[in-house]
């Protein structure tokens, strides 16, 4: 195991009645707010109009940024940080869900930093030197984004989508209210719960160096959370004690607690990110897809990862104990591909998305860090095409 | 389940080699230390060398309050604190377990409060209204205080020991380095032990009002974790594995993420503080010898705990998920007590301790908060009498 440094300074507001604290902490701040959001779904369910009265009953200029897209582009980073450039903005609120929350955290960086270009980050042009306070109003359980140091942002121009980490990123406050995800579409609903398991697995024990063993069983208790809970959630998108725990889950599973002393291994964010950037396709969708895949090409490529996929299995998805490690792995990658196609209903193929191979070469070099991707096990350019392939 | 707010801004270094930050760390607060720790034990393992020559080297003058004891006096909480004021100390470096960490809690307070007696805080005739910054070397696996904002502190002249919180309390920085608890013994290594469970215990599920089901099924883990790895810390004092999994259960137990959304219920440190603060006894042997009459005592007083007993056995202890809910809720009892009584080896009576009923009726009052202890059951002055007499 690791050594580790561990600091998460984000105050979480969890619950039904927490809101109203908003004006007492951004206050510390400033009188002079850009609030941040998407494309709208928080004027349909009245939460846009809750924090705009909150915000000036106590005197604070409101500025907009509205209209940030999911996988949220450094043109659109750039024009908020602009906003707060003109106006002498003295902090940011985000009302959305991880793409709203990272776009408001690359504008705050870029604010306080000594650049107008939010990809000069990305090209180590030039460092990440402060950062705007950042207030969080969280609306979807996903990314993790509200308690974390990390955003990931997309260029169109050149179909890259990469992640900005900073200290400086930490949100000072997050709101965590699971009534603000009633509205959230099954579909959403469906691809969130697969983040949040992904992020997990991403940190998991699919690695040569685990961790303590605590911190690994309690990333098999969160991951059966979301197995639990999430099915839940889509039969009853207003029972609150599912929405409840997938919120808590999707917080925790990115939050630093569950990376405390692990050595990470992104294959599948990696594998991922060039899918949604070349397709612009819901980033949870994407990496339903790849999981089961990269879990039996694993097994296929190195054995000794067989019994490390039966222990997810029989630990997460309750597969048989009795089963030979080989037979377990096996049964996890079907109990796997079964919750994410069948019970959480998501399309289970690329080619369902629209993707062919056209692009898989150039997709796979993305994909690396250097000539391959560091994980449970190396995968090389052309490993990552054969799973694209076995996506399709 | 509640509301809850939740902000742990103690940044946690974890692991063989992390000591070597403790001067970076503290400069950011000046160069002038108090140090403070116990019996001297830290001599023996040369932890105390260590860290003078660190903090020599950085330019830091030192100033020592030595020889806190066990259950640390309100006397020596206001001799350090007029060290500091007298010698315009700019932090505190705690090295030791809950005790020296607590008392360095206390003086912080005290030296940043418009008092010059701590237990002015107790009697509310003053507010805490500052700390001085405080970093701590933790040296035992037991009370949480590394991560929180709680110090116990005891009142011989008049038998009192009493829990003091404030948001000033939390530490800068705590470095936890499992090597520096090999030296432990055994008989403090099972006593800490105990203690890590009863924080979890305090916010279990022992409750009308349970959290999200995921934070009580983590809190299963980490008892778990201390039923699996403090038998192995018995056996092999210098198992890096065991002792790192017991620090950082220790943390977890106390550091706000599991009393997250909890209705807390304190039962078992309400009845065991007026029993060390009478008799001087270890925290953590006192309530192992309390917990399995006390869970004994509230089956038979409300049947409707049976259930919650049984699940805390099947869950924690292994118990036979076959058994009924009374025939499970009795085998906990047995499987708790086996667990202290004989695998960690602990005394399993007051007696033992050379404890009568002389004192019952006053340590009954004490344990009082108003005319009972509200929790799992409420427990009138009668009830903790008679939970005291059975563990005679």
């Known amino acids: 195991m690791n050594d580790f440094v561990l600091q998460v300074p984000t105050k979480i507001y969890f619950g039904k009645d927490q809101l109203k604290h908003l004006p007492e902490e951004v206050l510390q701040y400033g009188k002079k707010a850009l609030l941040v959001y998407g494309g709208g779904s928080i004027k349909k369910i009245g939460l846009y109009d809750k924090v705009v009265k ?57 604010v306080k930093s000594d650049t107008d270009d939010v990809w000069d980050f990305v090209e180590k042009k030039c460092d990440i030197t402060g950062a705007l306070p950042l207030f969080v109003i969280l609306t979807i359980s996903a990314t993790g984004s509200e308690m974390d140091k990390w955003s990931v942002i997309s260029n169109e121009d050149i179909n890259a989508k990469r992640g900005l980490g900073s200290e400086f990123f930490f949100p000072k406050a997050s709101f965590l209210n699971p009534e603000f995800t009633y509205s959230v579409s099954p579909y959403q609903t469906a691809a969130g719960s697969v983040d949040i398991m992904a992020h997990i697995i991403d940190n998991y024990y699919f690695t040569k160096n685990p961790a303590m063993e605590m911190i690994h069983n309690i990333q098999e208790e969160v991951m059966r959370t979301v197995v639990k809970y999430a099915p839940i959630a889509l039969k009853e998108p207003d029972n609150y004690e599912a929405r409840a725990n997938l919120m808590w889950a999707s917080t925790w599973a990115l939050n630093d607690y569950l990376k405390a002393g692990v050595s990470m291994h992104t294959s599948n964010h990696s594998m991922e990110h060039p899918l949604s950037a070349y397709y612009d396709m819901t980033h949870g969708h994407g990496l339903a897809i790849l999981i089961p895949r990269w879990l039996e090409y694993v097994m296929q490529k190195d054995p000794e990862t067989i019994p490390i996929v039966a222990r997810f299995g029989r630990n997460v998805f309750n597969v048989d104990q009795n089963l030979s490690d080989e037979e377990a792995g096996k049964k996890t990658v079907e109990v796997v591909s079964d919750f994410y196609f069948n019970t959480l209903g998501l399309p289970g193929k690329l080619s369902d998305l629209g993707v062919d191979e056209t692009h898989f070469k150039e997709m796979a070099k993305k994909a690396m860090k250097g000539d391959s991707i560091q994980g449970f096990i190396e995968l090389d350019e052309e490993d990552v095409i054969n799973i694209y392939k076995m996506c399709l």
């Open 54 to 110: 909150l915000l000036e009953d106590a005197g604070i200029t409101i500025y907009e940024l509205a209209g940030v897209e999911p996988n949220p582009r450094h043109t659109t980073v750039n024009k908020g940080a602009a906003i707060c450039k003109e106006n002498n903005i003295d902090f940011i609120v985000a009302v959305g869900g991880g793409s709203v929350i990272d776009c408001a955290k690359a504008i705050a960086g870029v």
